[in-house]
């Protein structure tokens, strides 16, 4: 039989194997529905613009009309993120503990020793459900939602125990639990064993989020808040509010309308001297038709009054990083994070296959990436981060390299290579010493795939990465570069698949992105999680709905953690956070 | 309202050729990706999107058969952009085929076309795409053409030596 016949039975018999799942129909609709709620937002920005002018017009603080009228302003038709005006922008408090980074109702470790003093002390405080609803009642007032635990009985518990707690606030309430929709997700945390039950964050639900100010930041009225939103048209109400353990009372509010997918918004609003030093930032959407709470975002602040004795326990953030790595039209290029265009480019363009899989040194000095686009005459090179002449440091001929990484001190690199010779069915990861130039083989995986990038711990004694076994479940795989020890692997949270791991630069810390499940737009949503040593997941970070982590990886500093968001249908920029959840900066 | 109304039947029309094409094509899309990527999950996804562009560009497309091409082609570009990040692909798990006369007849079919398959990963991807476009698809040279967006004359050379480099990877095998 000529090659051309066998050929054209294989591909037929083969394909019959391929059998799609039953959903694919839904999840175009879904597809469709998602873009062209960007494609109307797109064409209607620039007519909202002149609909928000009216509505936000007037704005009443403390019974009042502000001289200055406050504004709720959409970004232009380009999408391109609003940043945040230079006047009247929030300052970031000075800092030295994030102990008490709370929103809700103490936030000064003297009203935590007050509280428990006094006897006639909040008994709301004492647990988490009933500190929840009174939370609710001051500052969410909604007749329609209903506070529900966010977990099953028995984590709850065991999470009690620890000091930890989040509640859901659902809505309607008049549905049956399983129909209702989340508005809102609480948490809480416990200070010391007879301590209050304080709230730490409130993260709304339908893609509501304020990303400035951020959380401890000293304000000063009039106050430029940035935010996104995802939905057609949604009517925003943004209140800046003094917090104490007396019912919370609006100092300023403003409302608008803003629209998008993952659309940024940009509000300024004036309010009145706080009589406190406390208090939160609270970005509201409520149903058109009723009226009732469809989600609510918060962000606890000190008001500048406070200035001369500013709160101890606000955390300081590093400075998002202003350049990334990646590949474009097969080059490897240094974006700016301002612009999310390339800077500059690093290599040019070859026949035979472009670059990809770059990863920037620890240093930040070079570049390893991989040429060949996946064939069986792929190389590994290095190039200087400012530019310069390329390096090869792994010769082609071998097999599909791919997944290039420095260790931390730049001595040894870890790569993937599936060896043409043994037909491409096995995966080895590789360490190579570049001073000796010696290779040993870390893991040796058999029909898998690599998802994600390969993550060195800091002293380079373990690898961790992701690897896909066809149809099953993906595993988190942690294993000895020395190559002596066997790999060890971890379970995802229960609905989530892995999709990427790296290691916390100088700890002996995993974070893992997921892929989950989720009730909200799209379906699905992505979730970072830390591991301890032990190889346990320890705590969730963030979940990011309606989007899909590819990759992650530290800046050079080690501070802010780069994600690629390669959704089949959604895309993103690149995002970089510290791994605290109010850290959010592009 | 005038607008609104004239658009309510485009729409219609829209949504029922969307659909016509889901029930017709989706499934062989889907293995038509799945042959460039192997990677089931990853093949839907690329698929889907295809879908997606194709329904949002389809005031340009307008026509059953120009959507099928356009679909070709998105799928072809789609998976093409999956694999620049992409290992050489594994092989899928034997599974024994349901009309197969006798076990050791099956599993030799079976490794043969393993080997076969095997073989077509192992080439670069516009020569892969050109054969399993060409023999999976049974598409023409100027629809194979239309798919990778190359020349006729391109299809001809990567098909040529694909099979060629194919031949010699499974004679080499022997």
């Not at chain 1, 004492?126 to 909604?142: E, M, W």
């Not at chain 1, 304000?219 to 943004?238: A, E, K, M």
């Not at chain 2, 070709?72 to 599974?95: E, G």
Request: charged content about 20%; some cysteine; proline content about 6%.
């Amino acid at each position: 039989m000529s090659t051309e016949s066998k050929l054209r039975q294989a591909l037929h018999e083969h394909a019959t194997q391929v059998e799609p799942s039953p959903d694919g129909y839904r999840r175009i609709t879904d597809g469709i529905a998602v873009r062209r709620r960007r494609v109307m937002w797109q064409r209607t920005a620039m007519s909202l613009a002149a609909v928000v002018a009216l509505v936000a017009g007037g704005v009443a603080v403390n019974g009042r009309l502000t001289a200055a009228p406050s504004r709720l302003i959409v970004p232009p038709a380009n999408g391109s993120p609003t940043p945040s005006p230079d006047s009247g922008a929030p300052t970031v408090a000075p800092a030295t503990d994030s102990r008490l980074a709370t929103l809700w109702p103490l936030t000064h470790e003297a009203e935590v020793d007050a509280w428990r003093a006094d006897p006639q002390r909040a008994p709301a405080l004492r647990d988490a459900k009933s500190a929840t609803q009174a939370f609710v009642n001051r500052v969410l007032p909604d007749p329609t939602s209903v506070v529900v635990a966010a977990c099953a009985p028995a984590d709850c518990d065991a999470a009690a125990r620890d000091g930890v707690a989040a509640f859901q606030l659902s809505a309607p309430r008049s549905l049956p639990v399983a129909q209702r929709q989340p508005v809102a997700t609480i948490e809480l945390r416990r200070f010391g064993a007879d301590g209050p039950w304080l709230v730490t964050a409130a993260r709304g639900s339908q893609g509501l989020t304020i990303t400035s100010p951020r959380g401890e930041a000293t304000i000063t009225s009039p106050l430029d808040v940035n935010g996104r939103v995802d939905g057609v048209h949604q009517s925003i109400r943004l209140d800046v509010d003094e917090v104490s353990i007396q019912p919370a009372r609006s100092l300023g509010s403003v409302t608008g309308v803003a629209a998008g997918m993952e659309m940024p918004w940009h509000a300024s609003v004036t309010f009145t001297d706080a009589a406190t030093g406390s208090g939160l930032v609270l970005a509201t959407m409520r149903s058109d038709r009723d009226g009732s709470l469809a989600s609510a975002t918060a962000v606890a602040v000190d008001f500048q009054s406070t200035r001369g004795e500013p709160s101890p326990f606000a955390p300081t953030y590093p400075p998002a990083p202003t350049t990334f790595v990646a590949v474009t039209d097969g080059r490897v290029a240094v974006f700016s994070t301002s612009t999310g265009r390339p800077a500059r480019y690093l290599t040019y363009a070859q026949p035979g296959g472009g670059a990809y899989d770059a990863q920037l040194s620890a240093d930040s000095k070079s570049v390893v990436y991989a040429q060949g686009a996946g064939t069986c005459a792929s190389a590994i090179w290095q190039v200087p981060a400012d530019g310069g002449k390329p390096v090869q440091l792994v010769d082609a001929g071998h097999g599909a390299a791919s997944h290039p990484v420095l260790s931390p001190d730049g001595s040894k690199l870890a790569y993937a290579i599936a060896r043409c010779a043994q037909g491409g069915t096995g995966v080895d990861v590789v360490v190579r010493d570049l001073a000796a130039g010696t290779e040993r083989v870390a893991a040796h995986l058999v029909d898998v795939d690599l998802r994600g990038t390969i993550g060195w711990r800091a002293d380079a004694a373990r690898l961790v990465f992701v690897a896909s076994h066809g149809d099953s479940a993906p595993d988190l795989v942690i294993a000895d570069a020395t190559g002596g020890a066997g790999t060890v692997t971890a379970a995802p949270e229960t609905g989530c698949t892995w999709r990427s791991a790296t290691w916390r630069p100088v700890t002996d810390v995993i974070v893992a992105a997921e892929m989950c499940r989720s009730n909200g737009p799209g379906g699905q949503q992505s979730a970072l999680v830390q591991f301890n040593s032990a190889e346990r997941v320890d705590a969730r970070i963030i979940t990011l709905d309606q989007i899909a982590i590819q990759a992650l990886d530290y800046d050079a500093g080690g501070t802010n953690l780069l994600y690629w968001n390669g959704g089949a249908s959604v895309t993103g920029p690149i995002w970089a956070w510290d791994g605290n959840p109010r850290r959010e900066a592009q | 309202m005038a607008t609104e109304r004239a658009q309510r039947p485009r729409a219609a029309a829209v949504d029922s050729a969307l659909s016509a094409l889901y029930a017709a094509h989706y499934r062989s899309l889907v293995r038509l990706a799945a042959l460039l990527l192997d990677d089931t999950g990853t093949s839907e996804e690329v698929v889907q999107d295809a879908y997606i562009r194709m329904h949002l560009a389809w005031r340009r497309i307008r026509d059953e058969d120009k959507a099928l091409a356009y679909l070709r082609t998105t799928v072809v570009n789609l998976a093409r952009s999956r694999m620049r990040r992409r290992l050489v692909a594994r092989k899928h798990a034997p599974r024994p085929m349901p009309d197969a006369p006798s076990a050791e007849y099956g599993a030799e079919q079976q490794a043969e076309r393993a080997a076969v398959v095997a073989a077509l990963r192992r080439l670069p991807a516009r020569q892969r795409e050109a054969l399993v476009l060409r023999y999976y698809g049974d598409l023409s040279e100027s629809e194979i053409a239309t798919a990778m967006g190359v020349s006729n004359g391109a299809v001809k050379s990567y098909a040529h030596r694909g099979l060629a480099a194919m031949t010699t990877m499974l004679e080499s095998e022997r």
